[in-house]
């Protein structure tokens, strides 16, 4: 089914409303306790099943309520650009969508898309960055998250960074993150992307579509 993206992004904009803070460490416990936030894309429906999760298992209503609103928003927001990514020429949906490491195809070429807030701990400035996009690219591969999700094949890195520090916020500005998208696949040119070796006789193609406010 399509995706709704205007009311995905409003969904999403409730979430501005507190302070992003994990609390503590993604874990598959409490992945499990909170894997509600796949069925639901309703705000305020998804809050309630945090109440009723946290009194029910007896958890921190505040570390709760954090770690299960951080799963649900980069969900979600992550569902909206895939689908973003798939209403465009040249694009078509991942046959199985259960297969972690292919979200779509572009021009033949298989990618799994991540969309990453531009990392404080790299230790660069957002325009050294620009000028050293293989230099990013191979960090980000570098210091991914350790989860489910963790792999070394090809991936689209979606790069938001804005001006007041407060990136995390651009992963719920899905008109603006669709209008990034959309340049960089109609200019999209297979010999424009960054090839590496991560593996021995194995070849990743990847690339950094910037969203910078």
Known sequence: MAIDLKYIENQLQNRWKYPYKWGRKQNDLWDDYTNFIYKTPDWEKVVNLMKLTAEAYELDKHQ???????????????????????????????????????????????????????????????????????????????????????????????????????????????????????????????TDLEKFEFEKGKSTLTDVIWALK
């Open 64 to 190: 709760l309520f954090q770690y299960a609103a951080n799963r649900w928003y980069n969900f979600w927001s992550a569902q909206a650009i895939e689908e973003i990514f798939c209403q465009l020429e040249g694009v078509i949906p991942a046959l199985n969508t259960k297969n972690r490491l292919v979200d779509f195809s572009i021009h033949g070429i298989n990618f799994d898309h991540k969309t990453s807030v531009f990392p404080k701990t790299y230790g660069k400035t957002i325009i050294y960055a620009q000028k050293h996009k293989r230099e990013l690219i191979h960090w980000l591969y570098k210091n991914q998250s350790q989860e489910k999700r963790k792999h070394l094949k090809n991936r689209l890195f979606i790069v938001v960074y804005a001006e007041n520090n407060e990136h995390w916020k651009i992963k719920a500005d899905l008109f603006f993150l669709k209008n990034s998208i959309q340049k960089y696949v109609k200019n999209f040119h297979s």
